[in-house]
């Protein structure tokens, strides 16, 4: 593993070398400052800052970037999945994002969407790097966004503006994936054999975060339901699938999950995810009135090939308010439809006859069609119940707590002192918001399906 030091060292010694070069042969270095963060922001990740004085062309230029490596011994990085994680997060900057833009390109259409997507990316490289040792290591040099006036969303419930700004950036990521299947069928099959599987479930004997996460989780609810059943009454229909679905997943919750990513690895509202799309891992810069005008995506270490249900249900359940949630859910379903068949038609219309002929094209886009995608979302919406199952009681949590779970999550995931502070953090408000969230899920009809689920 690469300690403090040595990602210190190599950032001096060669990837500000590295990292000039972005800027053209005439870019000379002037002066250079590297800071490290020591707080929550990398979960997973050694973060520092890096802050380059130069000329470029004769002319003074500064930039400031984050610098991002995996963080932990060898053995953390495999219980935690790192090498898989990191490899397919470096994949977004160095290949899927480059071939989205080529897509826009060759359809005579401004690359500008993309752009928009992320942060400006400097390098990336996974694998063994000169200057890190002969281990697998990560390195991801990015645009910093606070200076541009880029800041985080509030710590759970998001407004309505900063909701539709993730619709509205989050539809067009996906048609991409789905256009690209399309056009380029050959490319889209590079990309997708280029992925690492992140599966939710191993072989026995492996060790598996995802048992211990949602082990945690299950464990929380049911502790939760049967403890305040009396006061909670639930009405008839809802408890009878609450028991179901402990009678079918209490062993191995994370076969829901599992069960997500199987069933809809053929269907054609699968393509390349963000993987884990909430507040945490979207920056947002706001107008002078105080409104969202522009977000940008960060953090793709959960990428995946698979539904688009896994991003939109996770990030709608754990960003909207219990209060809201009846009147946002299909306002903002359909937002999200809306901007991802947009910028579907227009890539296939941009492409045809040249690649599509009429009929291809109409077939394709009623494949695509608004109650197909509601059918789809139904089936796989459960995904984002279980992510907050997991994941809401951490965010509710104290700044100290979360920084506690943290340093155990990374010594002892498995550990008792791990399952007992994941089981107490928040306390019950966490356990109201993820009880209303599964009443939620229930009457949409999102339950259903995961009792048919082949693992």
């Known amino acids: 593993m690469s300690s403090q030091q040595n990602q210190l060292d190599y950032i001096s010694r060669y990837l500000i070398y590295k990292l000039l070069k972005y800027f053209g042969p005439d870019a000379a270095l002037i002066s250079q400052r590297i800071e490290s963060s020591n707080g929550l922001d990398g979960?997973?990740?050694?973060?520092?800052?890096?802050?380059?004085?130069m000329k470029v062309n004769g002319n003074d230029k500064q930039e400031t970037m984050l610098v991002k490596f995996m963080k932990g011994s060898p053995e953390f990085r495999k219980d935690s999945k790192s090498y898989i994680q990191f490899a397919n997060e470096v994949?977004?900057?160095?290949?899927?994002?480059p071939a989205y833009e080529h897509?826009?390109?060759?359809?005579?259409l401004n690359t500008d969407l993309v752009e928009g997507f992320v942060p400006r990316c400097y390098f990336a490289q996974f694998g063994q790097i000169e200057g890190m040792g002969e281990a697998n290591e990560s390195v991801l040099a990015l645009q910093h966004l606070k200076p541009a006036g880029y800041e985080l969303g509030p710590r759970l419930t998001l407004r309505r503006d900063q909701l539709e700004a993730m619709c509205n950036v989050l539809g067009p990521y996906h048609a991409l994936g789905y256009a690209t299947r399309i056009l380029q069928p050959q490319v889209h099959e590079r990309l997708k054999n280029s992925i690492k599987e992140l599966p939710f479930v191993y072989p026995s004997g492996t060790t598996n975060l995802y048992e211990a996460l949602y082990r945690v989780a299950f464990d929380r609810f049911y502790?939760?339901?049967d403890r305040q059943r009396a006061q909670l009454q639930p009405e008839e229909d809802f408890a009878a699938a609450v028991e179901r679905l402990r009678a079918k997943y209490f062993a191995q919750p994370e076969h829901i999950l599992e069960g997500v990513r199987i069933n809809a690895s053929?269907?054609?509202f699968s393509t390349f995810l963000h993987g884990d799309f909430n507040r945490n891992n979207v920056l947002f810069h706001e107008d002078a009135a105080g409104r969202v005008d522009n977000i940008k995506m960060i953090d793709f270490q959960e990428l995946r090939y698979g539904t688009t249900a896994i991003d939109i249900s996770f990030f709608l359940y754990i960003n909207t308010a219990a209060a809201e949630r009846e009147q946002l859910f299909p306002r903002l379903l359909q937002l999200y439809y809306k901007r991802m068949y947009e910028q579907l038609e227009l890539l296939l219309q941009r492409n045809t006859p040249k690649l599509l002929d009429e009929e291809q094209l109409q077939v394709e886009l009623e494949h695509y069609s608004f109650q197909r995608f509601e059918?789809?979302?139904?089936k796989y919406a459960f995904y984002g119940?279980?992510?907050?199952?997991?994941?809401?009681?951490w965010l509710l949590g104290t700044e100290e707590d979360c920084e506690r779970l943290s340093k155990l999550f990374e010594q002892d995931m498995y550990g008792a002192e791990f399952h007992q502070l994941s089981m107490q953090i928040a306390g019950d408000e966490a356990n109201v918001q993820i009880y209303n969230i599964m009443h939620h899920a229930f009457k949409q009809g999102y339950m259903d399906a995961v009792f048919g689920f082949q693992v």
């Open 43 to 53: 979960f997973m990740s050694a973060l520092y800052t890096v802050q380059l004085d």
């Open 91 to 97: 994949l977004v900057y160095a290949e899927l994002l």
């Open 103 to 108: 897509l826009l390109r060759s359809s005579n």
């Open 223 to 225: 502790e939760y339901y």
């Open 266 to 268: 053929g269907d054609k």
């Open 375 to 378: 059918e789809h979302f139904k």
């Open 385 to 393: 119940v279980m992510i907050c199952m997991h994941f809401l009681p």
